[in-house]
């Protein structure tokens, strides 16, 4: 069986604006620190995690399945690190590369 693969940011942003919400409304509406929402959709964040889960009627492990054991459901601890990529940059954000 094939590994399911983790919603994509974008994904989750689109589900949540089909639904008229934003990352900033998932954080105010369940008492998240600013960006919360928004850096849960990249990397490993439990209460962000499940805020958006909530908002969009889904489970988390349904949305982010490497964040989660297949057999068991039950959240990783400690997260696996390739759940900890960095957020790809923009070619001209590059310091003392060529574009």
Not at 48 to 65: F, T, V, Y
């Amino acid at each position: 069986m094939a590994r399911l693969r983790d919603k994509q940011p974008e994904e989750i942003r689109f589900l949540l604006n089909r639904k008229g919400m934003t990352f900033a409304y998932i954080d105010r509406k369940y008492q998240l620190p600013t960006d919360t929402a928004c850096k849960a959709a990249r990397v490993p964040h439990a209460e962000g995690e499940a805020a958006i889960a909530d908002a969009l009627g889904l489970s988390a492990c349904k949305i982010w399945p490497s964040r989660f054991d297949s057999r068991t459901g039950e959240r990783l601890k400690p997260q696996p690190a390739e759940n900890y990529n960095a957020r790809p940059r923009l070619r001209h954000c590059l310091k003392g590369e060529a574009a």
